[in-house]
């Protein structure tokens, strides 16, 4: 978790001391021979316009915690096998 915070504060988010975490889900092994992980996240914060959005995002880590790719759609995934 801690590794998809700091990969939203750093590289992502407008406003990073906007970001507030709503929801982690679906804890697993991505992919067995090379060793990664991935976490589904909602989170919330605020964008280019100062409003607050929800956004959800599948990010897939490697085995020391690291974002190393972020989906936006599931289904990319899901096809990609």
Do not use: C
Request: proline residues 1%; negative net charge; without cysteine.
């Amino acid at each position: 978790m801690a590794g998809v915070r700091v990969y939203l504060k750093r590289y992502y988010l407008k406003d990073p001391d906007s970001y507030q975490g709503i929801s982690w889900e679906a804890f697993g092994i991505y992919n067995q021979e090379n060793n990664t992980y991935f976490a589904l996240h909602k989170y919330r914060a605020k964008n280019s316009y100062g409003g607050y959005v929800v956004e959800e995002k599948l990010f897939v880590l490697d085995s020391n915690g690291n974002v190393i790719k972020v989906v936006d759609d599931v289904n990319e995934i899901i096809n990609g096998y």
